[in-house]
């Protein structure tokens, strides 16, 4: 019993862990190529996303650019000894984006952004990993519409409302299963400020809003092949709070470079905990209803990303990050087998002529090996230690934007 009610409870705690600790910075060919180092020195319909400050020093015209990301998710491999090792299933994903930025009116300006922020999907098909983590995958969309406001020639401010739509499915099964779904419509807001000390020098800072996502939906829970629960469920996780500075130095108008440091905060996530609407699921209730410690921290990210004008209409960029896991192991679990990360990156933009330019990216997040000493874990398999290796992820950007 005390191994069913370990896999019941590991269970809960993984269906969404990932709505917290799975996030895409990358939402432009710009941002792919420079692995999210495109922060102080933005340059087209993305600023609106990336920092809406900036929009107060574009060129009095509008701009447009769509496209769309393939993430591609390696599996995540565990070792152990058999039957426990196992491995996940390889994912692939589109994740489109869209930006939009007007003409100014006054030191005023507008833009508004529709993007992918955030999502996962993540399966384990084999025992006992299935028992964790058969299915979990989460959709986040986000409408960001922002201002921007141009205090002086070298200072301006900006924001803008985060309006986000999420929807997952959790699925579970072993001794004692699991079959869930919800989704939900929240808010937060972004700010953003820049200035320019000098021409060829940009300071900048961005902020994203924490947003508790409070999922709502239903479940059936199953003792063995007995459905014990069908009704409705919910449980709240936090999208974290991000805060980045960032500092752009520019040579003669064709080189430029940027360092971006990210705070993410991603303590807000310290438990997990389902309810089902004060219903009593009967022997289930130690199983699914106890609240699971996660005790998240939070993390640095430091970026740096190198853009370099060519006179045959070529943009090249270059970036390298080094980033940081939020999970300590002691609540690492299937779901999210995450890892501190490296990333490497590079793109290109096309000026094909005066209106209309397109691109393409590639970024590789490296996850580093974990090995889980045994009797840290409170989960049973991961009680007797093992390691993660592999996983990581892909991303391919391929984009267009106008500008008229």
């Given at each position: 019993m005390k191994w069913v009610k370990g896999l019941a409870l590991s269970a809960a705690a993984s269906s969404l862990a990932v709505a917290g600790g799975y996030k895409i910075p990358e939402q432009s060919i710009n941002s792919t190529a420079l692995g999210a180092a495109?922060?102080?020195?933005?340059?087209?319909?993305?600023?609106?996303?990336?920092?809406?400050?900036?929009?107060?020093?574009?060129?009095?015209?509008?701009y447009l650019e769509g496209g769309v990301t393939l993430a591609h998710l390696p599996s995540n491999e565990y070792t152990l000894v058999d039957p426990y090792s196992g491995e996940s299933e390889v994912e692939d994903l589109p994740?489109?984006?869209?930006?939009?930025?007007?003409?100014?009116?006054?030191?005023?300006?507008?833009?508004?952004?529709?993007t992918v922020p955030g999502g996962l999907t993540k399966r384990w098909e084999d025992q006992p990993q299935k028992s964790f983590a058969e299915e979990f995958t989460l959709k986040?969309?986000?409408?960001?519409?922002?201002?921007?406001?141009?205090?002086?020639?070298?200072?301006?401010?900006g924001g803008g409302v985060r309006l986000i739509y999420s929807e997952g499915v959790v699925k579970s099964s072993g001794e004692v299963s699991r079959d869930m779904e919800g989704d939900t419509v929240e808010f937060g807001y972004n700010l953003a400020m820049t200035y320019k000390p000098a021409p060829d020098i940009?300071?900048?800072?961005?902020?994203?809003?924490?947003?508790?996502?409070?999922?709502?939906?239903?479940?059936?829970?199953?003792s063995g092949t007995t459905l014990a629960y069908d009704g409705d469920a919910s449980v709240t996780v936090p999208l974290p709070a991000a805060l980045n500075l960032a500092l752009a130095k520019t040579w003669q108008e064709r080189f430029t470079l940027e360092f971006v440091y990210e705070r993410t905060f991603w303590s807000e996530y310290e438990t997990l905990d389902f309810e089902y609407k004060g219903a009593d699921i009967g022997g289930l209730t130690p199983y699914f209803d106890a609240p699971i410690p996660k005790n998240w921290k939070d993390t640095d990210t430091f970026r740096i990303g190198a853009t370099v004008k060519m006179d045959n209409r070529i943009t090249a960029m270059f970036g390298f990050a080094i980033d940081e896991t939020p999970?300590?192991?002691?609540?690492?679990?299937?779901?999210?087998?995450?890892?501190?990360?490296?990333?490497?990156?590079?793109?290109?933009?096309?000026?094909?002529?005066?209106?209309?330019?397109?691109?393409?990216?590639?970024?590789?997040?490296?996850?580093?090996?974990?090995?889980?000493?045994?009797?840290?874990?409170?989960?049973?398999?991961?009680?007797?230690?093992?390691?993660?290796?592999?996983?990581?992820?892909?991303?391919?950007?391929?984009?267009?934007?106008?500008?008229?």
């Open positions: 495109y922060v102080a020195h933005t340059m087209g319909a993305d600023t609106a996303y990336c920092n809406p400050a900036n929009m107060a020093f574009m060129e009095d015209k509008h994740i489109p984006y869209l930006h939009y930025v007007s003409r100014p009116m006054g030191d005023f300006r507008w833009g508004v952004s529709l986040v969309i986000e409408l960001n519409p922002s201002l921007a406001y141009k205090i002086a020639e070298n200072f301006s401010i940009t300071l900048a800072a961005t902020y994203r809003s924490n947003i508790d996502l409070e999922e709502e939906g239903s479940a059936k829970l199953y999970a300590p192991l002691e609540t690492l679990g299937f779901e999210l087998p995450d890892s501190d990360a490296k990333i490497f990156s590079m793109g290109f933009r096309y000026q094909q002529n005066e209106h209309l330019s397109w691109g393409a990216a590639f970024l590789y997040d490296s996850k580093e090996p974990v090995s889980m000493p045994a009797g840290i874990n409170e989960n049973p398999v991961l009680a007797h230690g093992g390691s993660f290796h592999e996983g990581g992820a892909f991303l391919t950007t391929v984009g267009i934007a106008y500008e008229y």
